[in-house]
């Protein structure tokens, strides 16, 4: 099933339509949809397919030649000598006709032909420029993409006419499907596959939350018992490195020190395993909101899936691998609601986006994130789970709390305190809970006048 990117396709649509060359550029982490997009979106046209492959360059000419062959009729027979040739034979097949010709796993084919950017941007400036092609680039390296491609460096910088990073769907979107689900154990299910579509289309929405984890994670046979050890290997060399590395970033360290005292690996080389992570949307770099100092940058795991799997699946390998799924989830489920803190708090920013994009936020939101930092007053570490800010003197302050129990008063009130840390002209306070709030904490929400009061169940209402 094809849901979301909405938008990403209305705009690949309206550069169909221009009729004139064309070059948007799709990329994001693998399982992120981005192949399904361009098939969902090339399936009425007229169009060449070649997914480039980790292999040399005679191979991936084959592919090519083979790919042109099979989509169009005026090259039957034709097997190209050169890249250059080939090239040239799509400016003739869109000389007059409407042609899209999709390049997937892009930095393949760079990789096992080095020249092959420049002689693409040879080609744009001095041919298709005057054709009708649809040239579409697409890749799941991150830094490939964003620097070889995209990049000022890069000799096809200011040649693509669009570029789209794909990012996992958002809650709401999910929602949608699980709509046979209670709503707190879709949440559970969108914080264990991270809003990437091929996990998603994995759950069951019909199944307990509980037979969905055990079957996905908690077998040898589950479609996710294995996956983060597979992406490693096929992206990275040392996978055994990468994952310690993932391992102790799962575990809570969070500074290039800390993951290198865990791990044993010199932290030098830490640093360029960890950009090779982000590089593939596993890893993020994060600093406090409106932060520059890179002294109080911390690495956490932005890939939901990741992080679940590492919380949870390497302690019971033993149970999982001796066909003891049950007492493995027995284990796990007490320690669920801890991991969905840092998932609610995802969910709860994409909320303020949501309500941004439908003018019913009163800050608009320049800025959004999470902020950490001492109290010079008190001189103890703080943290606030979300700030909106304009940088213009409007901020709004929230606290995500995915408790078992109403939040009370005093969550309010350490808000309003953290605040203070923040010279803003007008301040404003929301708290987001999982199971409302105590009697209290509304009469002082209520009495302040500008402090909001939001449940899950409201939250999932406007979905």
């Not at 396709?9 to 550069?15: A, D, I, P």
């Not at 769907?169 to 914080?191: I, K, N």
């Not at 301040?427 to 904490?441: D, E, L, N, V």
Request: include cysteine; charge should be negative; charged fraction near 25%.
């Amino acid at each position: 099933m094809f849901i979301g990117r909405t938008v990403e396709m209305s705009e690949l649509n309206r550069l169909y339509g221009t009729g004139s060359f064309e070059m948007p550029v799709i990329y994001g982490r693998r399982r992120v949809g981005k192949t399904r997009l361009i098939t969902e979106f090339i399936q009425d046209k007229k169009a060449i397919y070649f997914q480039a492959r980790r292999t040399n360059a005679e191979a991936n000419l084959h592919g090519f030649s083979q790919a042109i062959l099979a989509g169009s009729v005026g090259a039957a027979g034709v097997s190209f000598r050169s890249f250059d040739e080939a090239f040239d034979a799509l400016a003739t097949m869109a000389r007059t006709e409407r042609l899209i010709v999709v390049i997937d796993e892009y930095p393949y084919l760079a990789q096992s032909n080095p020249e092959i950017s420049s002689l693409l941007q040879d080609k744009i400036d001095h041919l298709y420029k005057e054709t009708r092609l649809m040239l579409i680039l697409c890749g799941s390296s991150l830094s490939f993409m964003e620097e070889q491609v995209l990049g000022y460096e890069s000799p096809l910088y200011g040649r693509r006419t669009a570029q789209f990073k794909i990012m996992p769907l958002d809650f709401t979107t999910t929602l949608g499907l699980w709509q046979s689900m209670s709503r707190e154990d879709a949440a559970v299910c969108y914080g264990m596959t991270g809003g990437i579509p091929a996990y998603i289309e994995r759950v069951d929405p019909a199944a307990s939350l509980k037979d969905n984890i055990k079957r996905l994670f908690l077998t040898s046979t589950g479609y996710l018992f294995e996956e983060p050890s597979n992406l490693l290997l096929q992206e990275c060399r040392n996978p055994e490195q990468y994952d310690a590395i993932v391992q102790a970033i799962a575990q809570g360290r969070s500074k290039i020190s800390e993951i290198a005292s865990s791990t044993g690996i010199p932290a030098s080389n830490v640093k360029s395993y960890v950009d090779k992570l982000a590089s593939l949307g596993i890893v993020e770099r994060e600093l406090p909101l409106n932060e520059t100092s890179n002294k109080r940058a911390v690495y956490l795991l932005s890939d939901q899936m990741f992080r679940f799997w590492y919380k949870f699946v390497p302690q019971n390998i033993g149970l999982i691998q001796n066909d003891m799924a049950e007492m493995a989830y027995e284990r796990i489920e007490p320690h669920v609601s801890d991991y969905m803190g840092t998932v609610f708090e995802l969910i709860c920013r994409q909320y303020v986006y949501e309500l941004a994009r439908a003018g019913q936020l009163d800050v608009v939101p320049a800025s959004v994130g999470r902020w950490w930092g001492t109290d010079n007053r008190t001189h103890t570490q703080e943290e606030i789970d979300l700030i909106v800010d304009d940088g213009e003197g409007t901020a709004l302050f929230a606290e995500c709390k995915w408790r078992n129990e109403p939040v009370g008063e005093d969550v309010l009130q350490k808000l309003v305190h953290r605040s203070e840390l923040f010279r803003r002209q007008h301040k404003s306070y929301a708290i987001f809970s999982k199971r409302g709030f105590t009697q209290g904490c509304q009469e002082a929400a209520a009495s302040r006048g500008d402090a909001k009061l939001i449940s899950f169940a409201e939250m999932c209402e406007r979905r």
